[in-house]
């Protein structure tokens, strides 16, 4: 299993540019994520989504869009990037069902992509 | 106020030190605890869940204090692979979400 896998792994963007993030997850997952991190403030929730079709939104949605066609893919869309997205994008995936509880609310972490806006 | 405090450090420590980094959370109907662990430039991994009765995973043990809201890791007989930043993550009340704090960066020397 290649677990989660994010495309791509870099980026250099213009202010006012758009680009799509790619996650995709091999573990068959329910819920997925998108977290930015940057330098002194952790990783925050960008949006999230509980199965196929559905989106909600996370701590700091501006500016981004996501879309979940499929169940294991998970897009974030930037449609005009701005200098103040510049950060590093991870994507992650758990386990929705019942049962063991570890197991249930371990995420497991894409490599991320780094993003840089100019 | 942040919803989970840590020290960034970084902690320098030799070989072989016994190293401990604590964590205080501000929620607290907070439902599960978590340390995760991240290396420089890659995605965070899953160290160890946090159990209220405490638990140990080998030189790791990871002990919670509801009452003062307060996490702690100890390392012990640290490894120069034991180097990376440790986040300490707490999660919510309902739907799956999770809060992490900044991490504490950990340095094991020769």
């Known amino acids: 299993n290649a677990g989660v896998t994010q495309t791509p792994k870099f980026r250099v963007l213009k202010t006012g540019q758009s680009m799509t993030l790619l996650c995709a997850q091999d573990m068959n997952h329910e819920y997925m994520y998108w977290y930015r991190q940057d330098p002194g403030m952790g990783l925050r929730l960008i949006h999230y989504s509980v199965g196929e079709g559905t989106t909600a939104k996370g701590e700091v949605p501006d500016g981004y869009n996501v879309s979940r066609l499929k169940k294991q893919n998970f897009l974030l869309g930037l449609e005009s990037a701005a200098p103040s997205q510049t950060s590093v994008y991870f994507c992650?995936?758990?386990?929705?069902?019942?049962?063991?509880?570890?197991?249930?609310?371990?995420?497991?972490f894409g490599p991320g992509t780094r993003l840089l806006v100019l | 106020r942040k919803e989970v405090e840590q020290d960034p450090g970084p902690f320098n420590v030799p070989e072989g030190a016994t190293v401990a980094f604590n964590c205080t959370y501000s929620n607290s109907a907070s439902q599960s605890f978590f340390w995760y662990r991240q290396d420089c430039r890659k995605e965070p991994k899953l160290l160890m869940s946090v159990y209220s009765s405490g638990n140990e995973d080998g030189r790791f043990t990871a002990q919670l204090n509801r009452a003062s809201q307060y996490i702690s890791l100890l390392i012990r007989d640290s490894k120069l692979s034991d180097s990376a930043t440790y986040l300490c993550v707490v999660k919510d009340t309902g739907f799956q979400k999770l809060v992490f704090g900044t991490g504490t960066r950990l340095l094991v020397s020769p």
């Open positions: 992650a995936s758990s386990y929705a069902s019942l049962g063991e509880r570890e197991l249930q609310e371990t995420q497991y």
